[in-house]
């Protein structure tokens, strides 16, 4: 499954914001914070879960990590907005990026950095 969030999506999204006046309340700093904040409620669904009952929990809140998920898409649908980025272009600028630095060859199944 791919996320996809079309321009249909977007405007249902943005629609939502501006019904309730709420861009005024959206900056940089605080669509960014409030980013870090619903990762951490995402991260907090399986924070002590041992990694041999991860799969189980994840069906058992599988709707809290929909509800989650779509916080965070929602709110980087509006810094993305709002700051004019072209995801699709920064995205395979990024993947140029990390290709240079984690060439097949040398970081295949291996999860160091590329500086170590």
Do not use: C
């Amino acid at each position: 499954m791919s996320i996809v969030i079309d321009q249909q999506l977007t405007r249902e999204i943005l629609d939502f914001r501006m019904a309730r006046d709420w861009e005024q309340f959206h900056t940089l700093r605080t669509l960014s914070s409030s980013l870090v904040i619903e990762a951490a409620e995402l991260a907090e669904l399986t924070r002590w879960t041992p990694d041999a009952d991860l799969e189980q929990r994840a069906r058992e809140v599988r709707e809290r990590l929909a509800e989650e998920v779509s916080d965070l898409l929602i709110l980087m649908t509006y810094l993305v907005h709002d700051q004019g980025i072209d995801v699709a272009s920064a995205i395979r600028e990024k993947l140029q990026v990390n290709e240079r630095k984690y060439p097949v060859e040398k970081f295949k199944g291996s999860s160091r950095k590329y500086n170590e």
